[in-house]
């Protein structure tokens, strides 16, 4: 058999495998978003902080599930560790799960070393709870440096889009806020342990929704 036949026996066997694998589902893998593919996309990413609540978040789960939206979700370690179910519920659900620290404390304000603590052991408790360890972090009051980066390796995420929901505690006020400030690309702030605020995320979806936003998680909006 000549060369030129073999090779081309060969690439005719690898051609059919990848078929067959593409139309086993295993081909998605392979594909890769392009510039276009997000032209026409309108995208936002809810993120919530200090979760979670045993009753204002079950109740928002249960309106994103209704509404087929991911959200992110900051989680206090201490609260996580008290309401496992709910933090599982989360991962099952395919929202994104980061860490805002095990007590919610200002890391500027710690030393070096009870800002770590306070870091890792956050991300433990999620880590037990999900099999994930967190990647993202929302440094409590936004506070964040070069030398806490380098030595937890994630990344911190801040916001575009702050209603101050839980200053006002007011569906309305908040609402407001949000649909006149939030444009593509942003990243809303809210508190998932106010009733006012979860009230008025799903009124911001249901509404954003209509005029052709994507609600998705802040990775899909930072490596866009």
């Known amino acids: 058999m ?20 593409g139309f086993q589902g295993g081909a998605r893998s392979l594909s ?19 979760g979670p609540h045993p009753v204002y978040t079950e109740r928002l789960l249960d309106g994103l599930k209704e509404r087929n939206v991911k959200a992110t ?17 989360m991962a099952d659900e ?10 919610h404390v200002q890391l500027n304000h710690q030393t070096y070393d009870k800002a770590l603590e306070q870091i890792r052991q956050s ?21 964040w440096s070069k030398e806490l980066q380098e030595e937890v390796d994630m990344t911190a995420v801040l916001w575009d889009v702050d209603p101050v929901d839980w200053k006002v505690k007011n569906t309305e006020t908040v609402v407001k806020r949000i649909l006149k400030n939030a444009r593509d690309g942003d990243i809303i702030l809210l508190h998932d342990v106010y ?9 911001i979806v249901d509404q954003m929704q209509a005029e052709g936003y994507e609600f998705v998680t802040v990775d899909e909006i930072i490596l866009d």
Request: aromatic letters at 10%; glycine letters at 8%; charged letters at 20%.
């Open 2 to 21: 000549s060369v030129r036949k073999y090779l081309f026996g060969i690439t005719l066997l690898v051609s059919a495998c990848l078929i067959l694998w």
């Open 32 to 50: 890769v978003s392009s510039p276009e593919d997000y032209a026409d996309r309108k995208m936002v990413a809810l993120t919530f902080d200090d």
């Open 73 to 89: 979700f900051f989680l206090i370690g201490k609260s996580a560790d008290k309401y496992p179910d709910l933090v599982k519920r």
């Open 94 to 103: 395919g929202h994104l799960i980061g860490n805002h620290t095990m007590d």
């Open 123 to 143: 991300n433990q408790i999620i880590s037990q709870i999900t099999g994930q360890t967190p990647v993202y972090i929302r440094p409590p009051f936004g506070e």
């Open 195 to 203: 009733g006012t605020s979860v009230d008025a995320a799903l009124e």
